[in-house]
C-alpha cells in the first residue's frame, strides 16, 4: 500500500525538455492541467500528496521519479544519466532526507535513473538503459543488499526506462510490452500485454487497488478491467510528448 506522493509542478521550460518523440512541443498549461488532474487523482485515492514547486532550471524535472528510489527501509538519490538533468538531484534531496531516517546516494561513474527501477515485494529490477548504467545497478544493488532486498539487472531493448515497457500491478501481475515478454525474470507473472500501437499504455501505476492509466488506450483499459482492477484514465498528451508517462511523474512509497 502507497501512502506517500511526491510530485513537482511543471515549469514553462518544459517545452525544451528531452525528448525522442515526434509529437511536437508540449503545450505549457495544458501540461499544468494535466499535472493538476494527476494530483487529484492521487488526493482522490486518499494518498497524501507533496507538490513541490516548479523549478524553472530543470526542463524535465517534473519526471521527478527518476532522482530518487523510495524504498520501505530508505531512500536513495540517484544520479541521473542524462547530463542535463544530473543536478536534478540537488532540488530534491532535503525533501527525501525529511522522509527517510537513512539516505544513500549513487556515486561517480555510476548512473542510475528511477524509471529504470521497478520494486517487486523485495526484489528490485533494474533496466541497463542508456540513462543507468552497470556501475549505477552495482551500487543499488550493494546499498540494497545491506536492507536485505535484491536487485536484477535487466537488459533493455530501444526504450528509454525499463518502466516505459512494463509495470507492476501488484496480485503477481505485469502490464507489459510484446518485446519484453520473453524476459527470464517475468516468466512467473501473470501477463496484461499492450498491443504494439497501444505500448505507451504500458507505463501505468498501481494505487492501493486502483490503476492509473493515460486516457486513449482502449484495448489496453478493457483487459486492465478483466483483470478485476478499478480504473482511473487521465489525459497525458504533453508528457508523452518528452517521452514521459505516469509513474514518471510522482515518487510513491
Ligand atoms: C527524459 O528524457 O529524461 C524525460 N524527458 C522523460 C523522463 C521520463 N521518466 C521516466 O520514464 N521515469
Not at 92 to 105: G, N
Not at 172 to 186: A, K
Request: aromatic fraction near 8%.
Amino acid at each position: 500500500m502507497f501512502k506517500n506522493v511526491i510530485v513537482r509542478k511543471p515549469c514553462p521550460n518544459l517545452v525544451s525538455g528531452i525528448t525522442t518523440a515526434d509529437l511536437g512541443k508540449p503545450d505549457y498549461h495544458k501540461a499544468l492541467l494535466q499535472h493538476s488532474q494527476y494530483v487529484d487523482a492521487l488526493k482522490k485515492l486518499g494518498l497524501d500528496v507533496t507538490v513541490l514547486e516548479a523549478d524553472n532550471r530543470f526542463p524535465d524535472s517534473v519526471f521527478v521519479e527518476d532522482v530518487a528510489i523510495c524504498t520501505e527501509k530508505c531512500g536513495v538519490i540517484t544520479r541521473p544519466g542524462a547530463k542535463s538533468r544530473r543536478d536534478e538531484i540537488t532540488i530534491i534531496e532535503d525533501k527525501i532526507h525529511s522522509h527517510f531516517d537513512h539516505v544513500e546516494s549513487i556515486k561517480e561513474t555510476g548512473t542510475l535513473e528511477g524509471g529504470d527501477v521497478m520494486m517487486i515485494d523485495d526484489t528490485f529490477y533494474v533496466g541497463l538503459s542508456d540513462r543507468t548504467n552497470e556501475a549505477g545497478i552495482k551500487q543499488f544493488r550493494d546499498i540494497m543488499d545491506k536492507h536485505g532486498f535484491s536487485v536484477h539487472q535487466v537488459t533493455l531493448g530501444d526504450i528509454l526506462h525499463l518502466k516505459t515497457g512494463v509495470s507492476y500491478l501488484e496480485n503477481n501481475t505485469l502490464v507489459i510490452i510484446p518485446e519484453m515478454i520473453e524476459i527470464e525474470y517475468f516468466q512467473s507473472f501473470n501477463k496484461i500485454v499492450v498491443p504494439p500501437e497501444e505500448a505507451y499504455a504500458a507505463n501505468c501505476i498501481w494505487i492501493n487497488g486502483t490503476v492509473i492509466i493515460p486516457a486513449g488506450y482502449p484495448v489496453t483499459k478493457q483487459k486492465i478491467k478483466v483483470a478485476g482492477y478499478d480504473i482511473i484514465e487521465l489525459e497525458m498528451t504533453e508528457f508523452k510528448k518528452l517521452d514521459g508517462g505516469l509513474s514518471c511523474l510522482s515518487l510513491r512509497f
